[in-house]
């Protein structure tokens, strides 16, 4: 049986989502959690830190983006 990865890395494919005025952008996913730890930057382009969003939480078009099947 094949092992499963614990993380994903995505920083590399740049892949980044707006709500509510505030921006993220897409660090790492966690498969076995639905996880994903994003970059938090507000509408001023202050940076806000580090945050860990459910997967369920995201926008459907990068919903396929980080999971693509």
Sequence with gaps: MAKKKK??????KKIAFT?????YK?????????????MVTD???NKKGMQNIA?????KEIKKLVKPN
Aim: no cysteine; net charge negative; glycine share 4%.
């Design 26 to 38: 897409v660090i790492r996913y966690y498969p076995t959690a639905m996880t994903l730890d994003v």
């Design 43 to 45: 509408a001023d382009g």
């Design 19 to 23: 709500l509510e005025k505030v921006t």
């Design 55 to 59: 997967f369920a939480h995201i926008p």
């Design 7 to 12: 993380s994903i890395e995505l920083s590399s």
